[in-house]
């Protein structure tokens, strides 16, 4: 059969973007429906085992599948197939043990692991969570592999029936526990078993997509290798993963810890109960659940990106380095910027809505959850710059800015934390600081490694005008609604003026190019009809050298090349 069709980097994005939007609404008729029939208390133990299982994925699969994603964009865009396959390889087995020993680790280790968080009830979710350790490992290798390819449809085809299987079987198992047991922790253990299961139908799904396309590669031609033996390519792996796993492992861990001085302060510091404790942390629980997702969003921009732009850099492509480095920056304010703002004005609202039947807790949540709403556009540039310092071979440069920013987030966290009038807002104040500063870290490296990227501030600037205007018009809408409808009811209308109003402000202000838009499906039709026009890059910075120590001569990209070839021939 032959050589798959490759997607562009935004198709790319396109593909995976529809599948977590999907993903994120089943995900909230997963979340919804436990966090308003089971107790706060009870959603503690839910969160605390994902928080441990965030950081034993993390320390498992972070930094790998990037590497492998990487190395496999590398060898396609340079036509060696077989090279890739082997890196899959050897990538497939180690992901295997890892995620074998991690499922053990939090198997056996579940009980102390609780009591270091200080919650000694979450032991048995812990437990139940474990499989999905090793199921989430192999996927990792898999998910990797074919991004690496830039085909995005696995990924999101095996997000879509993780999603499916995890609201029918997760949220059937607590239920049916809520109706007969009268248990909210064994509730909260009953959806993590739905989690484990969907983990495992994904990974399914997966590995038979895996060997259809091993059938189909028979006949893809091949130009050969380069010579790198398994040895050296795990070595590769595993050199280019470990401060990508550092960095993400130290937020993951940072979370972990940001529990603990929470829960401590709390309980030490300010004198509250076990339970009381508990029920602060299932409340913090509800406003971060809330506030990733639209961040969620991005996290297919950084995926899309870094196969692309790492062979861009690796073929010298100087041209698609520079376009591809700020179309991926723009996107992510675009969908960041407004998502800041409108959760930050409608937070009310919003958790009145996705928690009806506890407003007492939704009361709670909506003052955190505005607060936290500012990190939006933080986190999400983070995703995109991270994977941009990635792709240029500089993945230590994250885990110096993370590494910062994690050490201010603690010593914040403790200090905020012990105030009485600050209490829990300490964690989400420590937050949005400690977001802000690696951002603003990031950034400038980014600058150094694309100087002929567009300015971050000439980016910003007409983004935060239209979602100004957005936020604005629709507050006025919502109040206007207000007086006829439930405040609940009154969000619906309100988010769709949003909509339409940052979409009216983001042309006016001239908030996208014409390249932003056309490298979307029909997007040059589209271009046409919001009227942009495409903007015309001086010759002379259409192929500028990228990065710190790239050499001053001119290179061409391979499409000016083969241009300049034919007109000579004529």
């Not at 979602?467 to 009154?490: D, R």
Request: net charge positive; hydrophobic share 50%; with cysteine.
């Amino acid at each position: 059969m032959a050589q798959e069709k490759k997607q562009s980097f935004m198709l790319g994005a396109v593909i995976l973007t529809a599948s977590t939007l999907l993903v994120k609404v089943l995900g909230l008729l997963f979340s919804i429906p436990l966090a308003n029939f089971i107790d706060a208390d009870g959603m503690a133990h839910f969160y605390i085992a994902y928080d441990i299982f965030g950081l034993f994925l993390m320390l498992s699969t972070a930094g790998l599948p990037i590497a492998v994603s990487r190395m496999v964009g590398t060898a396609y865009s340079q036509g060696r197939r077989k090279e890739a396959d082997q890196v899959f390889a050897v990538a497939f087995w180690l992901f295997f043990a890892i995620g074998l020993l991690g499922c053990l680790a939090m198997f056996f280790g579940s009980e102390q692991i609780a009591k270091w968080m200080g919650s000694p009830g979450s032991s048995y979710a812990i437990m139940a969570l474990s499989p999905t350790m090793f199921f989430i490992s192999v996927m990792s290798a898999l998910r990797g592999y074919f991004q690496g390819r830039s085909n995005m449809v696995p990924t999101a085809v095996s997000q879509v029936i993780e999603a499916v299987s995890k609201v029918i079987i997760g949220v059937g198992l607590a239920f049916y526990i809520i109706q007969q047991y009268d248990s909210d922790a064994w509730a909260a253990v009953g959806a993590i078993v739905g989690v484990s299961i969907s983990a495992g139908l994904g990974t399914l799904y997966l590995v038979v997509y895996k060997l259809r396309q091993k059938r189909q590669d028979r006949d893809v031609p091949d130009l050969g290798s380069s010579g790198a033996s398994r040895s050296e390519m795990l070595k590769s792996l595993v050199l280019f993963a470990i401060p990508i796993t550092v960095g993400s492992c130290f937020l993951s861990l940072l979370d972990n810890i940001d529990t603990a001085v929470l829960m401590d302060r709390l309980q030490a510091g300010l004198g509250y109960s076990q339970q009381m404790a508990d029920t602060m942390r299932g409340i913090l629980g509800h406003a971060r659940k809330f506030f990733d997702l639209p961040g969620a969003f991005v996290v297919p921009i950084s995926t899309s990106l870094l196969p692309v732009l790492s062979g861009a850099i690796a073929s010298k492509d100087y041209t698609t380095t520079n376009r591809i480095s700020t179309i991926s920056m723009r996107v992510t304010l675009l969908i960041s910027i407004p998502a800041t703002v409108g959760m930050c004005l409608f937070a009310d609202p919003i958790c009145q809505l996705l928690l009806f039947n506890r407003q007492d807790v939704a009361a709670q949540t909506a003052p955190l959850l505005a607060v936290l709403s500012v990190a939006i556009v933080f986190n999400s540039t983070l995703f995109t710059t991270n994977a941009i310092l990635q792709s240029f071979g500089r993945p230590m440069v994250p885990v110096v800015t993370m590494s910062v920013g994690g050490v201010v987030k603690i010593v914040l966290s403790y200090v905020l934390i012990g105030i009485p009038e600050i209490n829990v807002m300490g964690s989400v104040i420590s937050t949005v600081v400690s977001y802000g500063l690696i951002m603003v870290l990031n950034l400038i490296f980014v600058r150094r490694c694309v100087p002929n990227m567009e300015s971050f501030f000439l980016m910003t600037a007409p983004l935060l005008l239209s979602a100004g205007v957005m936020g604005v018009g629709s507050y006025f809408v919502y109040q206007g609604f207000c007086l006829l409808v439930s405040p609940k009811i009154a969000l619906f209308p309100a988010i769709a003026s949003a909509v339409l109003l940052y979409v009216v402000a983001a042309v006016f202000f001239r908030a996208v190019s014409y390249d932003d838009v056309a490298t979307l499906p029909k997007g040059e039709w589209l271009a046409a009809k919001l009227h942009l026009k495409k903007k015309v890059v001086p010759r002379h910075m259409r192929n500028a050298p990228v990065g710190r120590g790239a050499p001053n001569r001119r290179i061409r990209s391979s499409a000016e090349g083969r241009t300049s070839s034919a007109e000579s021939e004529k």
